[in-house]
């Protein structure tokens, strides 16, 4: 039955337009071999050349990078831990606690993070000297705190789906914690873990606002390096790096989604032979 | 065939509701899903005020002409009429058919009361009329007392009510049932059936039910049309389809049946003789059949009109010998299955009547098996 | 194989530590903090380093505490501060509900789409999610520079060039772009576990199409609605990329006057009596979105 299908499709496309149009046509525009986005110069890929000769650029991409394999390592582990005290040790002290402080980073706007954990670096270097200035280990610090949030709820949904009576079934069988952890449960959790700390590492690379409270001199991040050209106008350098990592990303996203890896929300159950 | 005659007996014998004026017409109706027919060329009329019963296994193409009564899907060909009226191109919205779904398909987020109301909102029947009449449709389905409640509080049972209620609060022209116990647990189910009979005997709706389970069609039909591969084989008072399949596959579908074949060695104006039989024996059919000498013919006999004797029976009819290899004791009946010396294996059925059966047949016991000609159902496929 | 009775201990200490680890990490760097800014959005700005006065001092054996809600009065009292809030709100809610209006279809059509073909859907709307927000964001301006694409095909045609950069326009286009996909999922979420049936129920019923919709899947997607607008208006209440760069100077969103009121001018205090205002206000929502985020006790 056709029910209100043209406008239903009308709509999507309306939509999907509105996500895709701006990107595609940033992506074209990097080609431009024009400096004025309003000449179209012929194609090029001349500012591709200039971004890899921009030292200041490349130097923001590898702290970022830096940062995020570390914030979403601290994130995945902590995260986990997290979704497993909540859904494996039953009630004890302090469980609403650490399930309320374990999502509210996800949802805190990012002004009052950044802020709270500014004022905290500060009154702790000031009461007890550490951290000492600030720069990359504070951004890992904020950083993994919100990623660590994300993980939990991922790896959460996760476990909420899985079988408890196969961890049930290896104690049966004669294994003891942590071992039934490590050989029955962290194998079944492994996509869960794999798309937590890929979206952990997306999150930190792409966080302007956090990194900016928290950063110090000499520790710029690629967005806050990229925030600062941007404000400027439109520079077909950043519409290069845009278009590679969009790219980078749409690959990662596509390769990991042929493999079934990448929940794509929390809420849906993979295919029950993942476990 | 001569059980043509006996038929319409076997008919007015049930209920005499029957005989009404044929209300809604399928015809040529043919439903394709991308190169599978789900409903071949189907022809048929269903009679006001009956209970016409589709039975079928999956995949049979019966709950595909169910949702092309109700509107959800289309017909590629033919047409469907509902008293009347031409239903093609009618919108489900707009047919005066409900259903009552499988799933009961009950609003979550509405009371049992709003559930049954929705209907009569649709069709704009003013505020007053709708709460009398779901007052009274609450009242006949014994669901009064939960009318605030929502569906997931209700039980398997009221919830089949609800949907009951909601879909027969329209006054529709016809009710169309798909499956309407397969949800509720054995002894429910039993219960329910009487109460559907009961609810359709006052309200006079015609149903039509969609069911994989024979005996439910049995016990609710006035007429059973039996559909496979998107044809009805045999459309049929519950009786006649049992004691009158018309092939095999009938009778292997309804109820439990032992065929036999052979083929035509006498033709004869009162009788036919089959000879090369997996019986291991001729077979006797006690009347004329149109029919070609060498021609395979199967005979079809219901177990329990079979005789299981120790010795041989005296009409020596339509009998072999085997041995008994298994017995299964069920109160009222009891199950055997011998294996012909052939090597065919035959069902035989026996009410036990008595404490013990006098002939104390048993496990590994050489018996006989035998059936009177008149038991026996000839079948030309 | 040592005797469980020696392990026991240790497992248990394992158990605490599994639990203590992640609470005492959040406690330090999450809860902690708001302690700080609450504290500090009751000091006075000082000519120091941190630049904020302390609120208790310790002197021959009395305690003096002085708590400084001039912050918070000044909140009230400067409309610069009560517009930044009221506009901030009136912006994020009507940009919500187009985003809202957009991504329904959206989810619609992937929910309704052949299995096969919906986890190619699911990705498009992820994908933009998994790019840079900032990168999007500056995608837009490329759009609607003066010299910016729109402008350059208006002016082929020989049309006047329109101003979309730095008005309420750019805004609403980032935020709606730029938060779809946390709009569409949840929808998606719900609409997809949504029975045919119930739908055809409703037709059957003599609903058509638009009472169907209006009575039977708008109701039923009532959570992923809420779950959606939840997610795309809180973060927007607090945004500052998007009116950073596509809004104009004299833009008011909260978010920006407190990022203003830090970097530029300094005024610690009152920036953390901006923060702590602006939980208070986002608590409510907080508190729903984490129920429909499933954190069930």
């Known amino acids: 039955m056709k029910r209100r299908g043209w406008v239903v499709a009308t709509g999507a496309a309306l939509g999907f337009a509105m996500l895709y149009v701006p990107i595609v046509i940033m992506m074209i525009y990097s080609f431009n071999a024009s400096k004025l986005a309003s000449v179209w110069g012929g194609w090029s890929a001349r500012w591709y050349g200039e971004l890899m000769a921009n030292d200041q650029v490349l130097e923001a991409a590898w702290i970022s990078v830096k940062v995020g394999v570390m914030a979403a390592t601290v994130g995945t582990v902590f995260g986990t831990m997290i979704a497993y005290a909540l859904s494996r040790f039953g009630r004890f002290r302090g469980r609403l606690l650490l399930a309320g402080m374990a999502t509210a980073p996800i949802v805190m706007p990012e002004v009052v993070t950044g802020l709270s954990l500014l004022l905290l670096f500060i009154i702790m270097e000031t009461n007890f000297g550490w951290p000492a200035g600030r720069g990359v280990d504070t951004i890992v610090i904020a950083h993994a705190t919100f990623c660590m949030a994300f993980v939990a709820v991922i790896v959460q949904a996760r476990m909420a789906d899985m079988d408890e009576s196969v961890e049930e079934a290896a104690m049966d069988l004669g294994a003891r914690q942590p071992w039934v952890f490590f050989d029955v449960t962290l194998p079944a959790l492994a996509p869960a873990l794999v798309s937590g700390w890929l979206l952990s590492f997306t999150l930190s ?4 606002v956090i990194a900016s409270f928290v950063s110090g001199p000499g520790a710029s991040t690629l967005p806050m390096v990229v925030f600062s050209k941007v404000r400027l106008g439109v520079s077909p350098e950043i519409n290069a790096l845009a278009t590679l990592m969009i790219v980078a990303v749409a690959a990662i996203l596509a390769a990991t989604m042929l493999r079934g890896g990448v929940r794509l929300s929390a809420r849906r159950a993979p295919p029950p032979d993942q476990l | 065939m001569s059980q043509t005659a006996a038929a319409p007996a076997a008919a007015a014998a049930g209920r005499d509701r029957a005989d009404g004026r044929p209300f809604i017409r399928i015809s040529g109706v043919t439903k394709t899903f991308s190169g599978f027919v789900a409903v071949n060329d189907l022809t048929l009329e269903v009679r006001e005020g009956e209970i016409f019963c589709l039975l079928g296994g999956s995949g049979s193409g019966k709950s595909t002409l169910l949702r092309m009564l109700a509107g959800f899907e289309t017909p590629d060909r033919g047409r469907i009429e509902i008293d009347g009226q031409d239903m093609t191109g009618v919108p489900p919205w707009a047919r005066p058919v409900n259903m009552m779904f499988q799933s009961y ?25 709708r709460a009398e009449r779901v007052a009274r449709m609450l009242e006949l389905v014994k669901l009064t007392p939960f009318a605030d409640r929502r569906p997931a509080q209700l039980s398997g049972g009221q919830r089949q009510r609800v949907a009951l209620a909601r879909a027969l609060v329209k006054r529709p022209k016809a009710l169309l049932l798909d499956e309407p116990l397969s949800a509720l647990d054995k002894k429910l189910r039993e219960e329910t059936q009487f109460e559907l009979l009961d609810i359709q005997e006052k309200l006079g709706t015609t149903f039509i039910v ?3 389970d024979q005996e439910e069609a049995m016990t609710l039909g006035d007429r059973i049309g039996v559909m496979d591969a998107g044809e009805l084989i045999q459309v049929d008072a519950p009786r006649d389809l049992y004691e009158y399949p018309r092939n095999r596959f009938i009778a292997e579908f309804v109820g439990s049946v032992n065929i036999f074949e052979g083929r035509v060695v006498e ?41 299981l004797t120790a010795a041989r029976p005296d009409d020596a009819r339509n009998a072999a010998q085997g041995v008994i290899e298994d017995i299964a004791y069920l109160g009222g009946l009891t199950h055997y299955r011998v294996r012909l010396d052939g090597g065919k294996t035959v069902r035989v059925t026996r009410a036990n009547v008595e404490r013990r059966h006098a002939d104390g047949l048993t496990w590994n016991d050489r018996a006989w098996i035998s059936w009177p000609p008149e038991a026996g159902v000839a079948l030309t496929s | 194989m040592s005797a469980p009775r020696r392990r026991a201990p240790l497992a248990r200490m394992g158990r605490a ?11 330090v760097f999450f809860l ?20 904020f006065t302390d609120i208790w001092e310790w002197a021959d054996g009395v305690l003096t505490i002085i708590l400084n809600f001039g912050n918070y009065l000044f909140l009230i009292e400067d409309p610069l501060y009560y517009t930044a809030y009221l506009n901030s709100i009136w912006m994020a809610a009507s940009a919500t509900l187009i985003c809202l209006v957009i991504a329904y279809p959206m989810a619609l059509a992937i929910a309704r789409a052949a299995p096969r073909r919906r986890p190619m859907l699911l990705m498009l709307v992820v994908l933009p999610f998994w790019t840079s927000f900032l990168l999007r964001m500056y995608a837009l301006i490329g759009l609607m520079a003066p010299t910016g694409f ?59 199409p638009t009472r169907a919709f209006l009575t039977v899947t708008l109701p039923l997607s009532a959570p992923g609605i809420a779950a959606g607008c939840l997610l795309v208006f809180i ?27 830090f970097f530029n001018n300094r005024d610690w205090p009152v920036a953390s009596a901006v923060a702590i205002a602006m939980l208070a206000f986002l608590a409510l929502p907080i508190m729903f979105i984490r129920n429909a985020l499933g954190v069930k006790e």
């Not at chain 2, 059919?285 to 219901?302: E, K």
């Open chain 1, 205 to 208: 690379f792409d966080d302007l």
């Open chain 2, 105 to 129: 398909a009950l609003f979550p987020h509405m009371s049992v009361a709003r559930n049954v109301e929705y209907g009569l909102r649709q069709d704009g029947v003013p505020r007053a009329e």
């Open chain 2, 210 to 212: 969609v069911t994989h």
């Open chain 2, 267 to 307: 033709d004869e104006a009162d009788h036919v003789l089959l000879g090369d039989t997996d019986l291991g024996a001729e077979i006797f059919i006690h009347h004329g059949l149109s029919c070609q000498m060498g021609q395979t013919l199967w005979v079809a006999v219901r177990p329990e009109k079979m005789r």
């Open chain 3, 17 to 27: 530590l599994v639990a203590l680890a992640p609470m005492a990490w959040l406690g």
């Open chain 3, 32 to 51: 902690i903090p708001f302690a700080v800014v609450l504290r500090v959005s009751l000091a006075e700005p000082a000519i120091a380093r941190p630049p």
């Open chain 3, 150 to 208: 729109v402008n350059t095909v208006l002016g082929a045609l020989g049309l006047e060039p329109i101003v979309m950069l730095q008005t309420d326009f750019a805004v609403y286009a980032g935020i709606v772009t730029g938060y779809m996909p946390l709009m569409v999922l949840p929808l998606y979420a719900t609409l997809e576990k949504l029975d045919d049936s119930l739908l055809e129920a409703a037709h059957d019923l003599g609903a058509g």
């Open chain 3, 235 to 261: 973060p927007a209440v607090g945004e500052y990329v998007i009116p950073a760069l596509l809004g104009g100077p004299d833009q008011l969103m909260i978010g920006k006057v407190l990022w203003t009121e």
